[in-house]
């Protein structure tokens, strides 16, 4: 790796509570969700309106997630770059005896200002050792949205799909896309 590579080679943090995540760091998670969604982004959990979007309208579903991070159900791993936010994702563990061997992937996001650089590549890459070394997963799991070529980033890292719901995401009115379940054995 070469002086300039590892200078603008991403920084990955976990965070497992919410007092990890500071007044700023929440401003920047809330705009690169912004950013994200409105640019078309496959990341809008339930009770978040369709895109556009606003800081507004975020902040609150953010919260939520910040609220929940906890070191053994549930973690934030944030990429920055040079200081500045370029990418976020949630692991989360179920806690019920049946599927607590395994986790699920959330909200990953990479700032349209940093796609292309490897940003959610090398988040995908640390969100593996931190579910298989730090909380004893065996397995994750994700849902993706058809049509963005999603599931082809995945499959490179590894991912494999294992069903489709035909039809599941309704983005607007006649535009209907599968979501597609993909799994990584750890």
Same mark, same amino acid.
């Given at each position: /790796? ?73 973690? /934030? ?46 988040? /995908? ?56 379940? /993909?799994?990584?054995?750890?």
């Amino acid at each position: /790796m070469t002086a300039q590579e590892a200078a603008t080679a991403p920084r990955l943090t976990r965070i497992t509570r919410p007092g990890e995540v500071s007044s700023g760091l929440r401003r920047d998670l809330v705009d690169c969700w912004v950013a994200v969604s409105n640019a078309g982004g496959a990341v809008i959990p339930y009770g978040f309106p369709l895109p556009p979007v606003t800081a507004r309208q975020v902040g609150p579903v953010l919260d939520q997630i910040v609220d929940g991070l906890d070191p053994q159900r549930c973690r /934030m791993l944030v990429a920055t770059v040079e200081g500045e936010l370029a990418g976020w994702l949630i692991l989360r563990r179920d806690p019920h005896p049946l599927v607590a061997h395994c986790g699920v992937v959330n909200h990953v996001q990479t700032h349209p200002r940093f796609r292309g650089r490897g940003i959610g590549a090398a988040l /995908m890459h640390r969100v593996r050792d931190v579910a298989r070394d730090e909380m004893g997963l065996e397995r994750l799991g994700l849902g993706v949205r058809a049509g963005l070529g999603l599931e082809e980033f995945y499959r490179k890292l590894g991912w494999v799909e294992v069903g489709r719901w035909p039809g599941a995401l309704r983005v607007a009115p006649g535009d209907d896309r599968d979501e597609i379940l /993909m799994s990584l054995a750890l």
